[in-house]
Structures are given as C-alpha cells and as structure tokens.
C-alpha cells in the first residue's frame, strides 16, 4: 500500500485530490493539510511514500515547501499539483516523480499513479543489503548491467547523459555544463527542458533498480553518486598507479587492466564529450603495455609479442611498434613472419594515405629479405 499526503491551501481543490486517489486500491490518503507548515511538523511523525503538494499557495510557494520536506525525508516522492505550467523545469530539478496541472484529470492521475507504484515496492525488497552493484563498461561501447540483466535506458541522450555521470561520480557538474557537453547545438531554453526530462526519466530507472536519490542538485549543480559501482576503466586507472618493479600480482593486474580495454572511450556511441578523456586512457593503457613488454622480453618471447600486437592495433600505424615485432620476429627465428609485418604495413600505410614505409624499415625489409 501507498501512503500519501496531500497539501493544497484550497480545500476544494484538495477535497476534490483526495476523492480521486479513493478510486486507487493502491493508494491510502493518510493525511492532507490546507496549512503546508503544519504538514511539515507532521512530516516528522509519520510514515508516507508519496506527496501531493500545490505549487503556489498564500505566503508560501510549494517548490519550497517540497525541498524541506525531502530534508525531513529524503526518499519521499513528490507529485506537484497546481494551475501554473512555468514551474515545470523547477520541479524536475527538486526530483518530483510527476507535475500534474490542475483540473486533475481521472486519466491522467493514472499514469502518475503507474510512475509511483514500482517504489515502495523496491524499497521493500532486501531492507538490509544494498542494491546489486551496477557493472558498467566504457571501453568500446557504452553498457550497464545489475545481475544478468542489461540497463536500458528510455532515449538515446538519457542513456548518454547516465555515461557523462558516470565518467564524472561524486563531481558537481553545473546545469549549463551538462548542457553545453549534450546540448550544445540546440535553444538553451529547450536544452534545458531536454536535459530535466532526461533527468526525471534516468532518476526513474535508477529508482526501479535500488538506488533512490543518486542525483542530487544543490546550487544549480548535479552530483552523481553510487557506492556500488564498477567500471572496467577503474582497472587501468588502479593499475597506471602500481609502483615499479613490478611483481607477479602487478602483473596480473597490468594484464586484466589491458584485457578490459576493449576500444577507445565509448567510441561505438560518438560522444564528442568523451575524445580528450579517450585519448588520456590510451596513453595510459601505452604506458601499461610498455612495462609488461619491458618485463616479459627478457623471460618470455611469446608474451612479449602478444603485448606488441595489443600495442599495434590500438596505434596501427606506429613504425616503432612495426620494428619492435619484426625484430621480435627475427629474434624468434620467424623471419617470414617479420616480413609478413612489413608487408601488410605498408599495404595499410598505401591504402589509407597513399605513402610508403620510411627508409629506416624498408632497410630493415630488405636485410631479413636478403636473408631469407
């Protein structure tokens, strides 16, 4: 069962609120105020999951009221309820769950009653454990799991501006930032509609899956904040920070840290946001592969060469990394295989700029060549 509370300093306007939400099995209307500071007072005392709150009343404005009430309890869920369609966007920035314009009708109070079901009931489930961790790959493409199952998210630019969250936990983003990294191209006015409908629809998501209230806003900022969280990109940045030499479990860690780097940053979704922290991560993820070829060429070969063709599909057109595995080759006895590099390098180097190797390789060529 749904608790309510309803504040309307009109009591027909209340009355009339309250009769309707009799039709629901699944609502119970456990109070209602005309005076919203007394509703606060009484907020302390009892237990309801949902408030209706009247935007504008006498000598108090209910965006306000709403804002004091999520001090007292801040996984309260509000549905504001009033005349005045301009308090739209403030309302999606206190976390309101609907904005239902007065006269109220039966049809629409349904949907906003559909929106408020899943949550109590999610509050009920394991009220000693945590949510199930979200795991959440950067690498590549863009994904979020809990469990077995995949997040999916309701639009395109809500999912985008979940992976702007996430590349940035715990940092108070300002609004404007936000909408110029998303919405850049667009009126701010209806950026700044996009950006709370994305918002209210991502909150929802994240709601349904256990975590109530990670997004806050304080001083036009959001902050973006889960516990339990995993991103595969934490493994490059804990193992970019291991000291040197190296053992075997920090190698083991360098190892898995390569073996999560799928691709560049979200390079499957084209988040233009995302470019100059891509290339951080691939140098970071070059630097990684350097120790592990610097400490696996004197001890194993094999290794060494795997390191140098993880280094050379991430940089295809290095000629330092095209010398490395020709020597490396050579080293192992493989001359044809050193020659097979070079070939297909300089047939990509042909095909995508139209230019040949540098003398200094074609020497190199031409020496395991003459040797064959």
């Known amino acids: 069962m749904i608790r309510a509370l309803i504040i309307d300093d009109e009591e027909l306007a209340l009355l009339s609120l309250q009769k309707k939400l009799q039709n629901f099995d699944e609502i119970e209307c456990v109070c209602s105020f005309t005076d919203p500071h007394q509703a606060l007072v009484e907020l302390n005392q009892i237990e ?3 408030a209706f709150v009247d935007i504008e009343m006498v000598d108090v404005n209910g965006l306000d009221i709403a804002s004091k009430m999520l001090d007292i309890n801040p996984k309260l869920h509000i549905v504001f309820v009033t005349a005045h369609a301009e308090y739209a966007v403030q309302a999606f920035e206190l976390n309101s769950i609907d904005y ?4 109220v009708l039966m049809k629409r109070l349904e949907k906003t009653i559909a ?3 899943p949550y109590p009931n ?4 394991a009220p000693n454990k945590g949510p199930i961790p979200l795991r959440v790959q950067v690498f590549h493409d863009f994904q979020v799991a ?3 199952h995949n997040l999916s998210f309701k639009t395109a630019k809500v999912k985008e501006l979940f992976a702007y969250f996430v590349m940035h936990q715990l940092t108070p983003i300002h609004r404007d930032v936000l909408i110029e990294a998303l919405w850049a191209d667009q009126d701010y006015k209806k950026a700044k509609i996009h950006l709370h409908t994305c918002l209210s629809h991502l909150r929802k998501t994240l709601d349904s899956r256990g975590y109530i209230n990670a997004i ?3 001083d036009g900022c959001y902050t973006f904040s889960i516990d339990a969280i995993e991103r595969d ?3 490059v940045e804990q193992a970019y920070l291991l000291d040197s030499p190296l053992d075997k479990a920090g190698v083991k860690q360098l190892e898995q840290a390569i073996h999560a780097y799928t691709g560049n940053l979200m390079e499957q979704n084209g988040y233009k946001w995302t470019y100059q922290d891509a290339e951080v991560y691939q140098q970071k993820v070059l630097l ?3 120790r592990l070829i610097d400490y696996y060429q004197l001890i194993d070969l094999d290794r060494t060469y795997h390191f140098l063709q993880v280094q050379r599909k991430i940089q295809p057109y290095s000629v330092n990394h095209v010398q490395q595995l020709m020597l490396l080759s050579a080293k192992k006895g493989q001359r044809s295989e050193a020659l097979r590099i070079y070939e297909e390098y300089a047939q990509l180097l042909s095909e995508d700029f139209g230019m040949a190797p540098d003398q200094k390789l074609k020497a190199l060529y031409q020496r395991f060549s003459a040797n064959e």
């Open 48 to 50: 309801v999951d949902v």
């Open 100 to 103: 239902l314009l007065k006269p």
């Open 115 to 117: 929106r408020i079901i």
């Open 122 to 125: 999610q509050k009920q489930e």
């Open 146 to 148: 809990q469990g077995d």
């Open 216 to 218: 806050s806003f304080v």
């Open 233 to 235: 990109c934490d493994q």
């Open 288 to 290: 990684l592969l350097n």
